[in-house]
T-cell receptor
Framework: ELKVEQNPLFLSMQEGKNYTIYCNYS?????LYWYRQDPGKSLESLFVLLSNGAVKQEGRLMASLDTKARLSTLHITAAVHDLSATYFCAAYNTNAGKSTFGDGTTLTVKP | DGGITQSPKYLFRKEGQNVTLSCEQNLNHDAMYWYRQDPGQGLRLIYYSQIVNDFQKGDIAEGYSVSREKKESFPLTVTSAQKNPTAFYLC???????????FGSGTRLTVV
């Protein structure tokens, strides 16, 4: 069974600082997703990472994938308040044909 | 524009009642899913369907039922057997099972 662990689960950071959210998964996966959720809202797709070494960037967010380490990271550069949200990763289990979500990382960016 | 629509946005249920949450998509996606989210928690899979007239239980199916009579629709019924139904319910669809989800805007269910 594929398990996905995110850490930290809660992150409070100051504007302008950098930080990384980690997403570990337990078995082979060939596709890793990152989503953003604002309070009370739905999930918005941010990135899909398809291969080892894949890196994608959008604004102050950069996601990467290391399939050998079974690890994806979401790096936040020079955080701003608008990035405050909950971020989920999800790993696709090829054998089961479904994706498994992590518990989410709630990010709060303070002035 | 293609998308996935959930209704209602807010729903109140009395003790002992069954309620049905609607999920409709016009993306021509084969697979559809229902997730439950509790405050400060991740997503837990209730049911999913890969094709019309077929569906499978997820991790927390007890107290819930679904149907998939049309490709576009995947309604979720929260039965009286679900003892703690207050939560945020998210419906999603994907062109193939497990890949590239599109989420609806969610239904917040409260027991009164």
């Amino acid at each position: 069974e594929l398990k996905v662990e995110q850490n930290p689960l809660f992150l409070s950071m100051q504007e302008g600082k950098n930080y990384t959210i980690y997403c570990n998964y337990s078995t082979t996966s060939d596709r890793l997703y990152w989503y953003r959720q604002d309070p009370g809202k739905s999930l918005e797709s941010l990135f899909v990472l398809l291969s080892n070494g894949a890196v994608k960037q959008e604004g102050r967010l950069m996601a990467s994938l290391d399939t050998k380490a079974r690890l994806s990271t979401l790096h936040i550069t020079a955080a701003v308040h608008d990035l405050s949200a909950t971020y989920f990763c999800a790993a696709y289990n090829t054998n089961a044909g479904k994706s498994t979500f992590g518990d989410g990382t709630t990010l709060t960016v303070k002035p | 524009d293609g998308g996935i629509t959930q209704s209602p946005k807010y729903l109140f249920r009395k003790e002992g009642q069954n309620v049905t949450l609607s999920c409709e998509q016009n993306l021509n996606h084969d697979a559809m899913y229902w997730y439950r989210q509790d405050p400060g928690q991740g997503l837990r899979l209730i049911y999913y369907s890969q094709i019309v007239n077929d569906f499978q239980k997820g991790d927390i199916a007890e107290g819930y039922s679904v149907s998939r009579e049309k490709k576009e629709s995947f309604p979720l019924t929260v039965t009286s057997a679900q003892k703690n139904p207050t939560a945020f319910y998210l419906c999603a669809s994907s062109i193939r099972t497990g890949l590239d989800y599109t989420f609806g805007s969610g239904t917040r269910l409260t027991v009164v």
